[in-house]
Antibody
């Protein structure tokens, strides 16, 4: 079964860190770029980060650059996002999503996980 | 930074055609895709590369993109199509989403 399953969300205090994981199954994980996309409660979608299929390139939204780090372990079919210096505005459901195209100039998402909720609050 | 603008809401009667626009500077020069998100669910890709439908997406969903506007068209709208719809494009190594449109089937 082709799927993505996120984990690692929870409640965290401002300034603290959290690492999210996304386990992939049912497809050749090492052939696809992987993204993180988030959605604040009641708000729209916001792209967070992309890691290339082999981990060679990574890109970040300005809102998280310098605080978040995306990584992957192709031997474990898992992509991660390490989130440091968390802020209240990082509160959101975090989705991992697969990029089917592989083009550096056309990113989109054909498979999404169910998401994991991160709440940043004191 | 690049912006995509969608109307906050669109209403349509069952069986009629709904059109949702996505405006951006020269968006016709980019590939646009569309996602459907039903309440409490994850987004689903319904249109990619302006007008292509992934496997399993009904033919009543179609897309176009020219000039400064991309459009999602839903023909013969059904009650199950009531959802939030987001357009998305790539710009300068960033994935950009529109603000989303809530489609009401009344």
């Amino acid at each position: 079964q082709v799927q993505l399953v996120e984990s690692g969300g929870g409640v965290v205090q401002p300034g603290r860190s959290l690492r999210l994981s996304c386990a992939a199954s049912g497809f050749t994980f090492s052939s696809y770029g992987m993204h993180w996309v988030r959605q604040a409660p009641g708000k729209g979608l916001e792209w967070v980060a992309l890691i290339w299929y082999d981990g060679s390139d990574k890109y970040y939204a300005d809102s998280v650059k310098g605080r978040f780090t995306i990584s992957r372990d192709n031997s474990k079919n898992t992509v991660y996002v390490q989130m440091n210096s968390l802020r209240a505005e990082d509160t959101a459901v975090y989705y991992c999503a697969r990029d089917p195209d592989g083009s550096p100039y056309n990113w989109y998402f054909d498979l999404w996980g169910r998401g994991t909720l991160v709440t940043v609050s004191s | 930074s690049y912006e995509l603008t969608q109307p906050p809401s669109v209403s349509v009667s069952p069986g009629q055609t709904a059109s949702i626009t996505c405006s951006g500077n020269k968006v016709g020069d980019k590939y646009v895709c569309w996602y459907q998100q039903r309440p409490g669910q994850s987004p689903v890709l319904i249109i990619y590369q302006d007008a292509k439908r992934p496997s399993g997406i009904p033919e009543r969903f179609s897309g176009s993109n020219s000039g400064n506007t991309a459009t999602l068209t839903i023909s013969g709208t059904q009650a199950m199509d009531e959802a939030d719809y987001y357009c998305q494009a790539w710009d300068s190594y960033t994935a950009v989403f529109g603000g989303g449109t809530k489609l009401a089937v009344l």
